[in-house]
């Protein structure tokens, strides 16, 4: 099994920064895919950020594009770093890992237990 810890998050003010950060245990060679989503009140869940753990490839929704980070360490921890935050950022974030599937897609199978963003304007 794969465990994932996440720390991080907060409230801060409209243009700060933040870094959260998601550490990995278990079976790590379980998962290629590794992932931040947030979920606000009264929306679906959505998938913020990816990284393929082989190649580093990666994907952003286009809202954080520019702004947002997503890492990976030879742990297969990772980290997104969120610079110029906006109020439209706040959300409940959370990691997730799991394989890359045949078909393409990644199948997240493994979860953080989810950290609160805030930012206020």
């Known amino acids: 099994q794969v465990q994932l810890m996440q720390s991080g998050g907060g409230s801060v003010q409209a243009g700060e920064s933040l870094t959260l950060s998601c550490i990995a245990s278990g079976y790590t060679y379980n998962y290629n895919c590794m ?54 950022d706040t959300a409940l974030y959370s990691c997730a890992a799991g394989p890359h599937m045949i078909t393409g897609t990644c199948r997240y199978a493994y979860w953080g237990q989810g950290t609160q963003v805030t930012v206020s304007s």
């Open 35 to 88: 992932a931040w989503f947030r979920q606000a009140p009264g929306k679906e869940r959505e998938l913020v950020a990816r990284i393929f753990t082989q190649g580093g490839a990666t994907y952003y929704t286009g809202s954080v594009q520019g702004r947002f980070t997503i890492s990976l360490d030879n742990a297969q921890n990772t980290f997104l770093q969120m610079n110029s935050l906006k109020p439209e």
